[in-house]
């Protein structure tokens, strides 16, 4: 019988001495590994019958202090992290005290293989057990902004930076996200129950929000919401800013805005150990201890704190807006982003009382093109004669319609005509509908709206009256001769509406604030517009039993047999009746991001040969006497 040739006998390979040794180490690891998840497994049975100890040593584990001696080796939590992900759907209401203490544990520092079945488990819990999905939103969030030194240098691991801490931390969200898509709303809450307390530092704040703009962009879903949540907590501090300026001198609170902060953490090199640990000294000096400082040395610290928290803020949110209204971009995608930013001003900036900043980015991306400057314009507009809304909003509506035309340089002449000419339309109209119900007296309250109009025109003539003229592109300024016999030729109609309004029974002029109203005068009387120093001396001799002012404007009006009060005696400051000179587009001064408004402000400018002749000095006579 042949035999097969079976061809050359083969070699056996044999494993080197170093080979064997990894081989028998890698198969230990896993034996132990496949141990401890079966050990798991079983806790978890013995638990649920009051059995403890297999279920407390799995807890101790992921609650010891990685730099404790006695800590768990990484490979041993690992197994045990294997065991909870086979054991998920076991993990229910009575085992929550093991599943918080996981959520509790260092896990963003470890290395890379920790951090894949770390974030695998947060996977298998919200899946199996959607009990867990707030508490481990909440854990997600917190490490948006604080992630303690001792977390980011453990023990036997190299040392992790702030942004890889928050990429790992974004990845398991939009995790979550994936799996569970109705847990925007939970991961909502949490973003506003994380939010850095004011008191908090300038890097909180930056961190928090900068992380904030990420989750934007793997979650557009939330994009409004998170937006509106950071504008809501700007504005809280931009009035903190303003309590804190009150009854400081202008020096200290111009020498707070011109201090420029330090660089935000996202601004530095990537390649800086300072950058990649994160822990620089503007934490520690944020919180520094002011015991050693007075209570104007701390009111003074306090405002260079929230200055420089509003600042970096501010700098953010412009560049995050920044892209959609490039030239780039998409009508839609443009469109977008303005409506979250009208929704915000309307819904969070208008309701806030002399908001001083948050207010500039609407003005500044308004500004892009000539629609959006002119639907800003409507909405503000419409706010304005919305009698649905409260007076009081309705005025603040009035200041902010006045102040973009007024200040905004990149408010076409055609937009500054058509918002004169809407305005004095409706003055016209709410000035037959007032006049009418005006016997002896005039009640300020009841008239708001029009006074707040004639505020608004008021203040715009006086930035703007060169696009009002025939030659709104003349070279008018404080070096341009002035024939005396030279006169404008204005835009049809304003004179005359303007007069019937401040002629009227309602005495606009009684009520607008006193120094809009004398530029006003000023200017108007300088361009021979109009002559208005009569009525004001007739206004300062005005007495109570003419006009009634025995009440505030944002109070009830006085019965018809209670006496009034004198409106302004001559000489003092302006009244409460007065309406606010609150005009809120007034220079920004935040060191850092007023970059970005460069170029968007009518600066005021001088009047034709303004100071020269006789009939400058009439006027100051005049002015002087008015007040």
Known sequence: MAVADTGPPKKRVRLS?????????????????????????????????????????????????????????????????????????????????????????????????????????????????????GAILAMLVEKFSSVPRSSRRLPNHPIVGRPQIYARSHNAVNSVLQLVPSAGSTLLSSLSSEFPHSSSSRRAHTDFVENLVILTGYAPGLKAEVVALIMERLVKID??????????????????????????????????????????????????????????????????????????????????????????????????????????????????????????????????????????????????????????????????????????????????????????????????????????????????????????LLYIFCFRWRDLTDDPAGDWDEQTPFIDDQEFQWE???????????????????????????????????????YIYPLLESNRRLQLSEFAMSMPLHSSPPSADTGGASFNAPGESPSPYHLDDYFPFDPYHLPISKRWLKGDYVEWQGLPTLGDGPARENEDTDSDEAE
């Open 239 to 456: 009035v903190q800013v303003q309590v804190d300026m009150e009854g400081l001198e202008e020096a200290e609170v111009e020498a707070g805005l011109a201090r420029e902060a330090p660089a935000a953490p996202w601004n530095r090199d990537a390649g800086d150990e300072t950058a990649a640990d994160g822990d620089s000294e503007s934490d520690a000096d944020s919180v520094m201890s002011t015991e050693s400082l007075g209570e104007e040395g701390r009111r003074v610290k306090e405002l260079d704190e929230n200055l420089a928290k509003m600042d970096a803020i501010m700098d953010i949110l412009f560049r995050f807006y920044s892209p959609a209204f490039s030239k780039s971009s998409g009508t839609k995608q443009q469109q977008y982003h303005f409506d979250l930013l009208v929704n915000q001003f309307a819904s969070i900036i208008l309701p806030t009382y002399r908001s001083r900043h948050s207010q500039f980015l609407i003005f500044h991306f308004a500004q892009t093109s000539e629609y959006l400057a002119d639907t800003f314009a409507g909405v503000c507009h419409h706010l304005t004669l919305d009698h649905t809304q409260p007076a009081l909003l309705r005025q603040s509506s009035a200041a902010y319609l006045a102040s973009f035309v007024a200040r905004g340089a990149h408010v076409s002449t055609e937009v500054v005509r058509n918002v004169v000419q809407i305005i004095g339309v409706e003055l016209d109209r709410l000035r037959e509908n007032d006049e009418s119900s005006v016997r002896r007296r005039v009640y300020p309250k009841r008239h708001r709206t029009f006074h707040a109009m004639v505020q608004a």
């Open 17 to 133: 001495t170093r080979s064997k040794a990894l081989t028998g180490t890698s198969r230990t690891v896993e034996k132990k590994a496949l141990t401890m998840t079966d050990d798991v497994g079983e806790a978890i049975a013995k638990h649920t019958i009051g059995e403890d100890a297999g279920y407390d040593r799995i807890q101790e584990a992921f609650t010891t202090d990685a730099a404790a001696k006695d800590a768990p080796s990484p490979d041993r939590l690992k197994g045990y992290v294997l065991g909870l992900i086979k054991n998920a759907s076991r993990l229910d209401k009575s085992c929550s005290g093991l599943v918080h203490s996981v959520l509790a544990s260092d896990w963003v520092g470890r290395d890379d293989s920790y951090v894949a079945l770390y974030t695998s488990l947060l996977n298998s819990l919200v899946s199996a057990q959607g009990r867990y999905v």
């Open 492 to 530: 049809p109609s304003l004179k005359e509406t303007l007069s019937r309004a401040i002629y009227s029974k309602l005495n606009p002029l009684k009520v607008c604030s006193p120094s809009v109203v004398n530029e006003f005068a000023r200017v108007a009387c300088h361009l021979r517009f109009m």
